[in-house]
């Protein structure tokens, strides 16, 4: 399975765009880029996903580099809501491989 | 919509007895799944099925049972709990599984100690 890089952690502050980055060096040509957040004590929550374009939903945009080989969820502005672990995954076949993401620390 | 649910939300077991973690969804979703997540991890899948009468397993799938009877529940059975079951257990469903673009709702999760 293609396998995700991300930074174990990052912090922004209240109501300033948030940049975070992926690696997927291995993506296959068919694999889904999906972003989830989980927000502590909570289930996993689907953000966003992408195949080869940009994408822009209410919650985030998903900038996805012409390669494939990275991408970067954009929050553009941080609330404190917002603090939670991100993952980015490759969906593949039918499960999606979490690993350990980015724990977002958003300060006031 | 009441979403994914899941029951109970805390249980304590002991060594060696067996329960069922339940759970349900009210979307007409074709596929549900069983992930657990350890302390500090990031989740990984038990079992997984794309409808009613199919199971297929996942990543750990050890000391672990689901059927799949109707397209609203999946309980995920444990059969002799151990220590090492101890998790936090969630259920997710989709409109479809397979490569799918499709976003996996999750449930609110159990958390399960096995002393």
């Known amino acids: 399975d293609a396998k995700t890089t991300q930074p174990n952690s990052m912090e922004s502050n209240e109501e300033e765009p948030v940049h975070l980055p992926c690696n997927h060096s291995t993506i296959s040509g068919t694999d889904y880029i999906h972003w989830y957040r989980q927000l502590p004590s909570q289930g996993p929550e689907y953000v966003i996903h992408g195949l080869t374009s940009n994408v822009n939903n209410r919650m985030a945009s998903l900038a996805i580099a012409e390669d494939r080989k990275s991408s970067t969820l954009i929050l553009h502005r941080a609330t404190l809501r917002d603090a939670a672990v991100y993952y980015c995954i490759l969906f593949s076949g039918y499960a999606l491989n979490f690993g350990k993401g980015t724990s977002l620390l958003v300060t006031p | 919509n009441a979403g994914v649910t899941q029951t109970p939300k805390f249980q304590v077991l002991k060594t060696g007895q067996s329960m069922t973690l339940q759970c349900a969804q009210d979307m007409n979703h074709e596929y549900m799944s069983w992930y657990r997540q350890d302390p500090g991890m990031g989740l990984r899948l038990i079992h997984y099925?794309?409808?009613?009468?199919?199971?297929d397993q996942g990543e750990v799938p050890n000391g672990y049972n689901v059927s799949r009877s109707t397209t609203e529940d999946f309980p995920l059975r444990l059969l002799s709990a151990a220590p090492s079951q101890t998790s936090v257990y969630f259920c997710?469903?989709?409109?479809?599984?397979?490569?799918?673009?499709?976003?996996?709702?999750f449930g609110p999760g159990t958390r399960l100690t096995v002393l």
């Open positions: 099925s794309v409808g009613a009468g199919i199971t």
């Open positions: 997710a469903s989709s409109y479809s599984g397979y490569r799918s673009y499709n976003e996996q709702f």
